[in-house]
């Protein structure tokens, strides 16, 4: 019995968009086997009669060459096999003409991306993907598309959205960042082609041309050391700041991690939560007071951020969710009344680190070590306003 391939609106499901996916259907033996096309329609849009898109319907002719396209592809595949003397199936048929990957549209891909991140208990970094998710869908409705509808003007239009909403150039291009890491994810599994890789053209790199200031001068990391707390959430706050900036800029996820088992001699050591990358520092006195301050024999954190009831990745990371958010609000109240230049948060101080070896003559190759950065490059990121200050200091010798 010959095989019949068709397209049909399977209206029996209504995606999150309130349309129905357009499905490849094909018939051998008295057996049926559907494929997603990978694109959906509303159902009103679609001629049931002649089994196309109705002439009103948006992108009807992209639509129409899409079906024609894979009707081929799978038509050709039955030719080949019945040259080759080969029995097939509607099932095997379709499989033979699938990738291996059952993600198809810029939606699954993303969701796909997000389940993996979580696999690997990187849960902190999947709730960031999770929000520029939502960021998306809610620039474009819904991410039920092909990635060729993803190219240079549909990425100018988003970026110029998120410019109308007053949102900062690093957010921006955190959130296409993550867009261009789900293109590699689909570029990496053969399911899409190179050319459809708009970020040839659009290089997130011109987001980043202008970098906030996060340093603030080594008198004034003194003034917040020497800074007495009212609460002791304040007095964590203040702690936390200064022992990131005695300990080469840890941050506070690491931080919050950090157990007795880290102290070995004289040394802190571990393997930073972002990069992975053995750090290995000195501790120095103050930050060995601010240790023993916190000492807990009931508790393996030397912190008292997380506690032993925080077990799953889950509950590790809404705690440290829950804590950063407190001690930065406390940080930047600090850093009004010391009336310091920029906001004042756990960051500053990775930062402050940085710049105040720099300006001591450290090489940045050291600082980056330090750091536990992947590139020197990274490093430079956070000096690019030091050296700025530099040069216009440099300037007024001109005159």
């Not at 080759?84 to 059952?102: M, P, R, V």
């Not at 809404?318 to 009344?337: M, P, Q, S, W």
Request: aromatic share 8%.
């Amino acid at each position: 019995m010959s095989e019949t391939v068709k397209v049909v609106c399977y209206k029996y499901k209504t995606l999150s968009n309130g349309e129905s996916p357009l499905m490849i259907r094909v018939c051998k033996n008295g057996k049926k086997k559907y494929q997603s096309l990978g694109i959906s329609i509303k159902v009103e849009q679609w001629d049931f009669k002649a089994n196309q898109p109705k002439a009103k319907c948006p992108n009807r002719d992209r639509i129409i060459l899409l079906i024609n396209e894979k009707i081929s592809e799978i038509q050709k595949a039955a030719l080949d096999k019945k040259i080759a003397g080969k029995d097939f199936t509607a099932t095997t048929l379709i499989e033979s003409t699938t990738n291996k990957t059952t993600c198809k549209t810029v939606g699954e891909y993303y969701l796909t991306y997000i389940q993996n991140l979580k696999k690997e208990n990187r849960i902190r970094y999947a709730g960031m993907f999770e929000v520029s998710y939502s960021s998306f869908i809610k620039f474009n409705k819904h991410l039920d598309i092909p990635f060729s509808d993803i190219d240079v003007a549909w990425l100018k239009k988003y970026e110029m959205w998120m410019k109308e909403q007053t949102l900062s150039i690093s957010t921006i291009s955190t959130r296409i960042r993550h867009l261009r890491a789900v293109f590699n994810l689909a570029i990496a599994e053969h399911a899409i082609k190179n050319d459809c890789y708009p970020f040839h053209t659009y290089k997130v790199s011109k987001l980043n041309r202008r970098t906030a200031k996060r340093a603030i001068s080594k008198k004034d990391v003194l003034k917040i050391m020497k800074c007495q707390g009212n609460t002791p959430m304040e007095c964590l706050a203040i702690d936390i700041f200064a022992f990131s900036y005695l300990n080469a800029g840890i941050n506070f996820i690491d931080i919050a991690k950090l157990k007795h088992s880290n102290i070995i001699g004289n040394q802190l050591i571990y393997n930073r939560e972002k990069t992975k990358k053995l750090i290995n520092v000195p501790l120095q006195q103050q930050a060995i007071e601010i240790i023993t301050k916190y000492k807990n024999d009931k508790s393996p954190y030397l912190f008292p951020v997380l506690t032993p009831f925080h077990k799953t990745e889950i509950q590790i990371a809404n705690r440290l969710h829950k804590v950063l958010a407190k001690i930065n609000k406390h940080l930047k109240e600090i850093g009004k009344k010391l009336k310091l230049p920029i906001p004042l948060t756990t960051y500053v101080a990775r930062h402050s680190y940085a710049t105040v070896l720099k300006r001591a003559g450290v090489s940045t190759s050291i600082i980056s070590e330090s750091l536990g950065h992947s590139s020197e490059k990274i490093t430079q990121v956070y000096l690019d306003s030091f050296n700025n200050e530099q040069i216009n200091e440099a300037m007024k010798n001109l005159l």
